[in-house]
C-alpha cells in the first residue's frame, strides 16, 4: 500500500466483465460452481490509495491523509479458532468483493464488511449446534433466508444492531447481480431486501442527557475548564482535550489535521492608551470527514488564542501537527490520551462520583448543545459539526430545554412556577396558507417599563408542551 502519486494511471482489469465489475450479464447463470474472474495484483482505491492484493494481508488506510491503517489477514477466515470457517471458494469471492468495493468506496466501509463477515462466522457455530448443521464450516452457497433472519435477531442485542445484515446483504447482492454466481440465490437475494431492522434512537445519548456517553452537565464543563486552565495534564493530552473541545471534531481528523493547516494572523493594532498591540488570531484546517470524496477537504476553523500557542509549541518537523496521534489505531490512542489526562487532573463527575468519562464524541456533543442552548440557529450548528443536513441538529434543539429542568432542580420549589414559563419548545411560523390550528403565542409586553412593546408573535402554541406562559394566555 502506497500513498497516491503514479497510481493515477492504473487501471483494474477484470476479466469476463466488458462493463467492468458491476454489470450485469442478461445471459443465465452456469449451473456449476464455474471459475472465478481473476483478481488484480494492485487496486486502485477511490481515495487514489494503490492496495496490493497478491498476498495474505491487504492494508489500506481509511484516509490517505493519516487515517487509521487497516489490515486484512485473510487468513483468519479460513483457518482460526472458535469461529466456522470459510471453504477456499467464499474467500475468494470474498476477497473479490473487497476489491471490487475499494474502487467505489472508503477503506472503512470496506472494514466493516469485513467485520461483519467475521462476526457472522463467530456466532455460526452456536447456530449451527441448534439447527443440525456443520458448526466448522461456511459458505456462501449455504447461506438461507433462516439464517439470515437468525443472524439479524442476535445482531439486534449488540452495538451493530442491523448494520451487519445490511452489510452482508451487500456482498449477497453483489454475488447475485454482480457476479451471477450459482454460489448466491437471485430469490434470495430479493428477499434479502425485505429484511429490515429498527434503526438506532437518533441521539438517544443526547436526548436522555447520559451521564457517560451524552453531553457534559454544567457542572462537569465547570471542572473541565477549570482544569484546562491551570493547565493540568501533559500537554499533549491538554491539546486533544481542547481540540474537542472547542472544534466538536471527529476523533480521526485530529490524526489528519497537517502542519501547514495552522496558520497565526499578527496584525499591530493601537490599544486603549494609543500604544502599539500585537493581535494573534488562529486558524486550523480541520479534515472534513464522512464526505465520500476522493480528495482532501478542509474548512479553516478559529480557534482561541490559547489552543493556537499550544498547538504551535508542540509542532514538529514533518507533514502531522499531531503525530503521536497518527498510526494504527489512532481512536485508541486518543482515548487513552483523554484518559490519561482526566487522571492527572483529578476531575470527578458529580453526577457518577466517578472519573469523568471524555470522548471526542461526548465533546462534540457538548458543544452542539451548548450552542443549541445559547440560541445558535440550527444551519449554524449544522455548520459547526460539519452536517450536510438538518435532520442530526433536531436533537440538540430538544435537548436544549434540559437545562432549564437543571435550573429548576437548584432552585427553592417556590420559585418553581415561574421556571416553568421556561420550559417547553417554540416552532416556527407556517408558512403563508399553510393550515395551522396552532395559536400564536402573543408577543405584547405591557409590563415593561417602556412604551407597549409588540413583538407580533413569539412562536406557536405547542399543545401539550407549551409553556405556562402560553396556557394562562389561552385562559383569557
Known sequence: MALPGAARQHVVDWPGFGGGPMTTRAARAPTGPGPLPGLPSVVLSKDRQRVATAGDIWEARTSPDGGALLRWNWQQFCRHTGQASLDERSVDILRLYAAHKLTT??????????????????????????????????????????????????????????????????????GAFGLCLPDFDVRLAVACEAMRAPGNVLGAAVRNQDPLAGPLDADEQRLLIAAIQRRAGDDRDRVLVMLFFELGMNGEAAARLWNDGLVAYRVNLVGPDGRPQLEVAYHLAVPRMKKRTEHRETRNRPISRELGELLDGLRQPGELLLPWVAGVHPHHRIRHALRRWVRAACIISPRTGRPLRLSPRRLRYTLATEMAREGASRHKIADVLDHTGLQHVEVYIEASSYVARQVADRFDAAFEPWLRRFQGSLTDRPTSGAACPLPVVPGFAPQLPVLPLDLGGIGLCGGTSRPTACAAWRRR
Open 105 to 174: 468506496s472508503k477503506a472503512g466501509t470496506v472494514g466493516g464488511t469485513l467485520g461483519a463477515v467475521m462476526r457472522l462466522l463467530r456466532w455460526y457455530p452456536t447456530y449451527a449446534e441448534r439447527t443440525g448443521r456443520d458448526p466448522s464450516s461456511l459458505s456462501w452457497a449455504s447461506v438461507d433466508e433462516s439464517l439470515l433472519e437468525a443472524f439479524l435477531v442476535h445482531s439486534m442485542r449488540t452495538s451493530q444492531r442491523g448494520n451487519d445484515l445490511s452489510r452482508l446483504r451487500d456482498v449477497y447482492r453483489w
